[in-house]
């Protein structure tokens, strides 16, 4: 048992997605896992572990942000033993042939955040998936004829921006969308030599405003959750 986390050892595969909204985790285990038994309530916090194709998964929500999603990795890796990390997350579309409900595979992830300013100083550290997760999630992908875009998000610290145009300057260098944890998450992978990716629905645009409902983003974004499950 860890702070934040009840389970105790062996209850959490080395393996785990990593929803932000831990009712997704709920729905996630409910429907994609055999035999899922929940390991932690704490906060309101689902975790999660089961079966998928023979092989142990577990499902951890991590509440929204940096701050919140660097607790549970950091537990989930040093206290857990966990190897592998996966987001699965929502995120706000930057160009228009972002469309909604499209997968975004994030390669690297750079921030508004100040979360590497004082690891970094007077320099930019570029925080990048794992590339065998990411060619597997790849992979999975076009064997089963799932449409991605893969490329650099943004991780941004502010969900409310007081420039709503902000986001212009970053989809003029390329960036394809915009979420709250990747550059975190990669970042304590790295630190921590394990791996970690984050896969990406499209559930509002910034270009053209429209938006998912919070149901919708709970419990129907089943095709990230399939290429997630597919780098097992």
Not at 136 to 148: C, D, F, G, S
Not at 211 to 216: I, K, L, M, P, V
Request: aromatic share 10%.
């Amino acid at each position: 048992m860890s702070t934040h986390i009840a389970a105790i050892n062996g209850e959490v595969a080395e393996t785990v997605l990593l929803p932000g909204d831990p009712l997704r985790a709920k729905w996630i285990a409910e429907t994609f896992l055999d035999d899922p038994i929940c390991y932690n309530k704490v906060r309101g916090m689902f975790g999660y572990t089961g079966i998928y194709n023979g092989k142990r998964v577990s499902v951890q929500g991590t509440g929204m942000g940096i701050p919140s999603s660097l607790i549970y990795c950091h537990e989930l890796i040093n206290d857990f033993g966990v190897k592998n990390l996966i987001r699965v997350g929502s995120s706000g579309s930057y160009q228009k042939d972002v469309k909604l409900r499209d997968i975004v595979i994030a390669m690297a992830a750079s921030s508004t955040s100040g979360i590497n300013n004082s690891r970094f100083i007077n320099a930019d550290y570029s925080p990048t998936a794992d590339f065998e997760l990411f060619m597997k999630a790849v992979l999975y992908a076009r064997e089963h004829n799932i449409p991605i875009k893969a490329g650099n998000v943004l991780s941004a610290d502010e969900f409310y921006e007081d420039d709503f145009d902000s986001y212009k300057k970053w989809a003029e260098f390329g960036v394809l969308c915009v979420e709250m944890e990747a550059a975190g998450l990669y970042t304590i992978a790295a630190k921590f030599n394990v791996k970690a990716l984050a896969i990406l629905t499209i559930s509002d645009s910034l270009v053209t405003g429209e938006r998912t409902t919070s149901q919708e983003r709970e419990n129907t974004f089943s095709k990230m959750i399939e290429i997630a499950l597919g780098t097992l």
